[in-house]
C-alpha cells in the first residue's frame, strides 16, 4: 500500500509551511476539557492547536470535529495492535523538514509560531501512519485476505493480464531486539541505541548473533524465518529491501526498546502463493484516491456510531 495514500493533510502542508516562516507568535491560552471520547479527553488547547494547523494549511474544516475523528482513529489503531513509535515520528518530521528544505529548528520555529506546535503535529503524524496501516488491514479483511481468491485463481488473473507467474524476493530475517523496559526508556535508551549500533557494526550473517549476543543484557534474537517481500511489515520494509544479504537494517527505536533485522539471505522465489499476495497487496494501492477516502470516511462513521462521545 502506498504509505501516503491517506496523508492528503500532510501533502497540503508540504505546499504551504514555507510561507509561514514569518507567522506571528500565537498567545497563550488556558487548556480546558471540551470532549471526551470513549474516556480519552480533547481539551481546548488541541482544538486550537488543530484550528492553527487548519489554516497554515490554508484549508477549511472544524478543528473539533478533526480531534475527534484522529482520537477515534488512533483508538483504534491500538486496538488492531498497531503501534507508531516515537522513533518513527521523529524521522518522519525529519523527512518533513528535509523535504521542505528546512532545519529541524526552522520547522520547529514554524510550528510554534502559527500555533500547531511541534507536539501537535507529530502527533498528527501518527494518527495519519497509524490510520494508513488500519485501513490496509481493514481493506484486506474485507477482501477476505487474500481478495477471495485462491492461490491458483490468482495465477490465473496474472496470466490473462499477459504477464508471466509473478516472483517475489524471499527473505530469511532475524530480529535483535535490546530490551528497554517501559518505566526505563527515559533512562536507558540512549545507552541501549549504542550498545545496538554496535552490535550491528560486528552483524556479518546470521549464524553467529547469538554468539555475539552472549554477555549483553536483556538482548533477544529471533530467527524470523522465511518472509516474503510483500509480507514484509510496512516499518521495516523499505529498510530491508535496501539492505544486502548478509548485513543488518538500521537501528530503530519501538516499543519492546532498540531493534534491527538482520537480513540472513535473499533469493528470487517464483509460486504460487507469491502471485496471490501481490494481488493482494495491488488492491488497495490499485484503488483511486476518491475510493481510498470513500473506505476511511465510512470506516470512521463506523466508529462514531459505536462511540461514546460527550461534550463539555
Not at 98 to 122: E, I, W, Y
Not at 182 to 189: F, N, S
Request: charged share 25%; proline share 2%; aromatic share 6%.
Amino acid at each position: 500500500m502506498r504509505k501516503q495514500l491517506f496523508s492528503a493533510g500532510l501533502a497540503l502542508l508540504v505546499a504551504t509551511a514555507g510561507v509561514s516562516l514569518t507567522a506571528m507568535s500565537q498567545p497563550a491560552f488556558a487548556s480546558e476539557i471540551k470532549y471526551v471520547v470513549n474516556n480519552v479527553a480533547i481539551t481546548s488547547g488541541d482544538i486550537q492547536h488543530r484550528a492553527a494547523f487548519l489554516r497554515l494549511q490554508k484549508r477549511k474544516g472544524n478543528a473539533a470535529d478533526e480531534m475527534v475523528e484522529q482520537t477515534l482513529r488512533l483508538a483504534e489503531a491500538r486496538r488492531l495492535g498497531i503501534r507508531i513509535s516515537d522513533q518513527q515520528v521523529n524521522d518522519a518530521y525529519a523527512r518533513f523538514a528535509s523535504n521542505n528544505k528546512m532545519k529541524l529548528a526552522q520547522l520547529d520555529g514554524v510550528m510554534d509560531k502559527s500555533g500547531v506546535t511541534k507536539q501537535h503535529f507529530k502527533e498528527f503524524i501518527r494518527a495519519q501512519m497509524a490510520w494508513n496501516q488500519a485501513l490496509g488491514m481493514r481493506y484486506r479483511s474485507e477482501q477476505g485476505g487474500g481478495g477471495g481468491m485462491s492461490e491458483q485463481d490468482a495465477v490465473r488473473k496474472m496470466l490473462q493480464k499477459g504477464g508471466n507467474k509473478p516472483s517475489a524476493t524471499e527473505y530469511l530475517l532475524q530480529q535483535i531486539i535490546f530490551v528497554v523496559p517501559a518505566a526505563e526508556r527515559g533512562a536507558l535508551m540512549a545507552k541501549r541505541k549504542r550498545e545496538a549500533e554496535a552490535m550491528r557494526a560486528r552483524f556479518n550473517g546470521c549464524n553467529t548473533t547469538r554468539e555475539f549476543a552472549k554477555g549483553l543484557i536483556d538482548v533477544t534474537v529471533r530467527d524470523l524465518g522465511r518472509v516474503l517481500a510483500p509480507q514484509l511489515p510496512a516499518d521495516w520494509a523499505d529498510q530491508i529491501k535496501a539492505t544486502k544479504a548478509g548485513g543488518a537494517t538500521q537501528v530503530k527505536e519501538t516499543e519492546r526498546g532498540i531493534e534491527f533485522i538482520g537480513i540472513c539471505s535473499a533469493r528470487e522465489v517464483s509460486d504460487d502463493k507469491t502471485a496471490q499476495l501481490m494481488l493482494q497487496n495491488e488492491g488497495l494501492d490499485g484503488k483511486k484516491d476518491d475510493a481510498a477516502d470513500a473506505l476511511s470516511k465510512k470506516y470512521v462513521s463506523e466508529l462514531k456510531a459505536k462511540a461514546v462521545i460527550v461534550q463539555r
